[in-house]
């Protein structure tokens, strides 16, 4: 995977507010916990990322991006779905209901995967190379 590449990968994953949880970042217990690919590549000198671990983030964000382009292709077909229940007067709630599970289910999934990323991305990373990461992210 070219640099290119890897960069629309993490523009694609977006690792928002929506992803991570609402509110201000500093109370966000979650999101202070994790790292995001941007943050590693960002500083992968200063983490000294051994040839495993390159090749470690880069198939694991392979992996997440396969997973979240099925996910959101699936998503926008149920999405339309809804959309045409929505058009119907009066609307179906019934129909409405189980349409909207559907695709809040595919924005779950969605969420987990990036969950599941970033838990594997730190996993993947020494005490030390945290520790280091704690520290960059406070600067």
Request: hydrophobic letters at 45%; one cysteine or more; a neutral charge.
């Given at each position: 995977m070219n640099?290119?590449?890897?960069?629309?990968?993490?523009?694609?994953?977006?690792?928002?507010?929506?992803?991570?949880?609402?509110?201000?970042?500093?109370?966000?217990?979650?999101?202070?916990?994790?790292?995001?690919?941007?943050?590693?590549?960002?500083?992968?000198?200063e983490l000294d990322l051994n040839p495993d671990q390159q090749e470690m983030l880069k198939m694991e964000l392979q992996r997440a991006q396969a997973a979240v382009f099925d996910l959101k292709w699936q998503m926008k077909d149920e999405s339309e779905a809804l959309a045409d229940i929505l058009k119907q007067s009066p609307v179906n709630e019934a129909q409405l209901l189980e349409q909207a599970d559907k695709v809040m289910t595919l924005e779950q999934q969605v969420k987990k995967t990036h969950l599941i990323l970033l838990a594997r991305i730190k996993n993947m990373l020494s005490d030390e190379q945290l520790a280091t990461l704690k520290r960059l992210r406070r600067n």
């Amino acid at each position: 995977m070219n640099y290119r590449k890897l960069c629309i990968l993490i523009f694609i994953l977006g690792f928002s507010s929506s992803v991570l949880g609402a509110g201000p970042r500093n109370n966000d217990p979650i999101k202070q916990l994790l790292f995001t690919p941007e943050l590693i590549m960002q500083h992968r000198a200063e983490l000294d990322l051994n040839p495993d671990q390159q090749e470690m983030l880069k198939m694991e964000l392979q992996r997440a991006q396969a997973a979240v382009f099925d996910l959101k292709w699936q998503m926008k077909d149920e999405s339309e779905a809804l959309a045409d229940i929505l058009k119907q007067s009066p609307v179906n709630e019934a129909q409405l209901l189980e349409q909207a599970d559907k695709v809040m289910t595919l924005e779950q999934q969605v969420k987990k995967t990036h969950l599941i990323l970033l838990a594997r991305i730190k996993n993947m990373l020494s005490d030390e190379q945290l520790a280091t990461l704690k520290r960059l992210r406070r600067n």
